[in-house]
């Protein structure tokens, strides 16, 4: 089986900015370099024969390049505790376009469409009960910004799960028009 989700990979110089503030809340799982993505689409688990499917459909998507730039920070919780941490990002009309078109392609093979609303952001740390409080962290950079940096495709991932958290691989890459 293969646990899949469409994402962007950050330019460089987003990636550097986002890992240069993540630090200074006791417990919080930071992501890494390689763990810095904005999802797209989560899938989930596929067999082989679906992920082929799922591929190919992806590679019909068209949709015109952008811009995005970090826009601020926040958090998500989860049942009234922090979950995760994340860095928004701006404009968002070019990525959810782009959303729902990947989502209508895998609608297309059988992947059943999202229902949850769709935030852009990146997820910088994720959050456990002993990690601590994030407000000054939130703070600090709630006014995070970045240069716009041009987005000029979006990648099929695999998700591997492991005892020191989740290592993703880019499978496939879609050039955007």
């Keep these: 089986m293969h646990r899949l989700f469409v994402a962007i990979r950050p330019p460089r110089a987003i990636r550097l900015q986002l890992l240069t503030i993540m630090h200074g809340i006791r417990g919080a799982r930071w992501q890494d370099d390689a763990q810095l993505h904005l999802t797209l689409r989560f899938i989930g688990e596929v067999d082989r024969h679906r992920a082929e499917d799922v591929a190919a459909a992806l590679g019909a998507v068209h949709h015109p390049a952008f811009t995005l730039a970090l826009h601020g ?70 006014g995070l910004t970045s240069e716009p940096q041009a987005i000029a495709a979006f990648c099929l991932y695999e998700s591997r799960l492991g005892s020191e958290g989740a290592t993703y691989d880019i499978i496939a890459r879609y050039p955007l028009d």
């Design 73 to 142: 920070l926040g958090q998500f919780d989860r049942k009234g505790r922090l979950d995760s941490l994340w860095a928004g990002v701006a404009p968002h009309e070019g990525v959810i376009a782009l959303h729902h078109k990947i989502d209508q392609a895998l609608a297309r093979v059988g992947i059943v469409p999202e229902t949850r609303a769709f935030l852009p952001h990146i997820t910088i740390a994720r959050c456990n009960r002993q990690t601590g409080p994030a407000d000054a962290l939130l703070a600090q950079f709630a």
